[in-house]
């Protein structure tokens, strides 16, 4: 497997995105995939007012550096992982 990465960002929507080409070996040939991921910046408070006008009663979150250990670039604060949970109406 072979993956290239290109990376930038848009100042003018706030938008960073990566695309992704990775290369898997099919026998004697390669075969080509492609991905765009776009990634924008939300504060806690937008998020968390977000899933509460969405339904959700329960919002966690925690600091996602300790899940990126191998990647040097991913400091404490860097990332942050959220769990929500919608109670069902019985």
């Given at each position: 497997m072979a993956v290239v990465m290109r990376n930038?960002?848009?100042r003018q929507t706030e938008r960073a995105w990566c695309d992704i080409d990775w290369f898997l070996r099919d026998g004697g040939h390669w075969r080509r995939?492609?991905?765009r991921v776009e990634e924008v910046c939300w504060s806690y408070s937008d998020i968390?007012?977000?899933?509460?006008?969405?339904?959700f009663d329960r919002v966690r979150r925690?600091?996602?550096a300790p899940f990126f250990k191998?990647?040097?670039?991913?400091r404490q604060g860097c990332r942050t992982?959220?769990?929500?949970?919608k109670s069902v109406d019985a």
């Open positions: 930038g960002h848009n995939h492609h991905e968390h007012r977000t899933l509460r006008r969405a339904g925690w600091d996602g191998s990647n040097p670039l991913i992982l959220y769990l929500a949970r």
